[in-house]
């Protein structure tokens, strides 16, 4: 939370989105200058799916170039394949630079859901790392001691329960600060297990003689699971250009202790509404937040239609609107088909296994009607509508 009364004024549109800047007084001198100041976002492609946890760092670079600033992006091409330890209990695995530039095919596109990008200064910390030579590496090297990298909590921990280090890994918070220097940052935006690595930005801004970096820091946003940080690898994240639906869904998973935290980071409800929202029923406040966030990315009505959609499936139970027409083969001589072989052929089920799991589970209707053996067989005339839980279904046609 920012405690200096002047600076959250400056801040206002963003200042909810903020747990700590440091240091504040360095901050408001900044903006106090009148110049437009350099916000550099850092963001390693490690993975495909740029997620609405990324997004509250996007968000508040979006605020800052709304309020007259530049938004200075730095694609990690580099840095992703050293792999940053923030939080990490053991070695990241290292990512070749195929699949860094996998990840980054479609990243600009997500983005522009939320930044202007007409108006971002794109760069690649490969422009200034890929000609360095050994020499200047090591120089690199030597700004930092050995104690004070292991000032990190993770490092700390991890030497505590000899969990192996390795010292690429030390190198990782010297690469993100000299992109500081490199791009003349005067603002670095992170999350909270950033902290270490935006001070070693200001530590190399003061050995260049260069005014330091001042941090802006935002809280981590759990993932629907409530415990781990938001990870698409861990399958507990919201994409910023899933599909409507799924996110409505996915959001619709997230405990009720989650939720306030859930409606202040990732929808644009005001702090009056959510505080309206929280006092009423629980499931009332959950599909106003699925609702809010789908808007977010996908405007208004598409967040009134998508809880619309949400009720009538699951409150009334009926068929939702889009449900798909699923062409289904001849059935066996006996004019009857196998349940697992109509949940394989419609894609709920990617082997017998699974369809069997789905079946002594209770999830799988035909229409209204329970199946509730794996090995039973099955008429189907046409037009009934096949249910694997109340998400996937599908209208089976001969």
Known sequence: MISDDALRKHLAPLARYVETVLPERELLEKLESGRPLRCKLGLDPTASTVHIGNGIVLWNLRALQDLGHTAVLI???????????????????????????????TWLDQMALILDMDKVEIRRNSEWFKDMSFLEVLDLTGRMTVQQMMERDSFENRWKSHTPISLREFVYCLMQGWDSVKVEADIELGGTDQTFNLSVGRRLMEQEGMAPQVSLISPLLEGTDGSDKMSKS???????????????????????????????????????????????????????????????????DEGVRQR??????????????????????????????WIVDLLKHCGFAASTGDARRFVEGGGVRIDDDPVADWRGRVSIAGGEILRVGRRKQARLTR
Do not use: H, W
Not at 76 to 101: F, N, W
Not at 236 to 261: H, T, Y
Not at 315 to 331: F, G, L
């Open 75 to 105: 694609l990690g091409d580099y840095t992703a394949t050293v792999g940053d330890p923030s939080g990490k209990d053991k070695t990241r695995p290292v990512l070749t630079t195929d699949e860094v530039e996998a990840n980054l095919a």
């Open 234 to 300: 861990l399958g507990n994240a919201i994409g910023l250009k899933d599909d409507p639906r799924d996110q409505f869904g996915m959001c619709m998973r997230v405990s009720d202790e989650l939720m306030p935290k859930f409606m202040r980071l990732a929808t644009d409800l005001s702090d009056a509404e959510i505080e309206r929202l929280l006092a009423g029923g629980p499931m009332d406040a959950k599909k106003a937040m699925a609702a809010a966030l789908v808007a977010r990315y996908y405007g208004a």
């Open 308 to 337: 619309e959609e949400f009720e009538r499936i699951f409150s009334r139970r009926e068929t939702p609107t889009d449900v798909a027409d699923i062409a289904i083969p001849a059935p066996g001589e006996d004019g009857l088909y």
